[in-house]
């Protein structure tokens, strides 16, 4: 692929927290082109844990494709407010997740996550609860 820099959406979906979850993320190249998308059940776990993986599975994606530069868009606050430093990581669960996020952005020359409103990323809401079997096409 010679897509250097793409934009990632990722959602993480759990009913109950802990309950069933699923993740997915879309990859889209600079124009905004979809180019790959990914979603699967992660069993059962909390929210955070799953909007984690949501994040960890798209950059896993990323560089695996050669990517070198990376915009991550998550709908989760206090996991984009973590990742970026803003927030201490508390949760003994989160901690490893937060390891590897980290590990991976090693791989990049740069990673930027933003957070943005659910409104803004229901593509990756619709994936990850279809995966969680909430949504039949």
Same mark, same amino acid.
């Given at each position: 692929?010679? *897509?250097?820099?793409v934009?990632?959406?990722?959602?993480g979906a759990s009913? &109950?927290?802990?309950g /069933? =979850?699923?993740?997915?993320?879309i990859?889209?190249?600079e124009?905004?082109? /979809?180019?790959? @998308?990914?979603a699967r059940?992660?069993?059962? *776990?909390?929210n955070?844990? =799953?909007? #984690?993986? $949501?994040?960890?599975a &798209? !950059?896993?994606?990323?560089?695996?494709?050669g990517?070198?530069?990376?915009?991550l868009?998550?709908?989760?606050e %206090?996991?984009?407010?973590?990742?970026?430093?803003? #927030?201490?990581?508390? $949760? /003994? $669960?989160?901690?490893?997740? #937060?390891?590897?996020v980290?590990? !991976?952005?090693?791989? %990049?020359?740069?990673l *930027?996550? @933003?957070?943005?409103?659910?409104r803004?990323n229901?593509?990756?809401?619709? %994936? =990850?609860?279809?995966?969680? &079997?909430?949504?039949?096409?």
């Amino acid at each position: 692929m010679n *897509t250097e820099k793409v934009i990632i959406y990722v959602d993480g979906a759990s009913r &109950g927290n802990p309950g /069933p =979850a699923a993740i997915a993320a879309i990859i889209h190249d600079e124009k905004g082109r /979809p180019i790959v @998308s990914l979603a699967r059940r992660i069993g059962t *776990t909390t929210n955070n844990e =799953a909007e #984690y993986r $949501a994040i960890i599975a &798209g !950059l896993q994606k990323a560089v695996s494709l050669g990517v070198r530069e990376v915009e991550l868009k998550s709908d989760s606050e %206090l996991v984009v407010k973590q990742i970026n430093g803003r #927030y201490r990581v508390k $949760a /003994p $669960a989160l901690k490893p997740l #937060y390891q590897q996020v980290k590990k !991976l952005q090693g791989f %990049l020359e740069r990673l *930027t996550i @933003s957070h943005i409103s659910r409104r803004q990323n229901t593509k990756a809401d619709r %994936l =990850a609860n279809k995966a969680l &079997g909430l949504i039949v096409d």
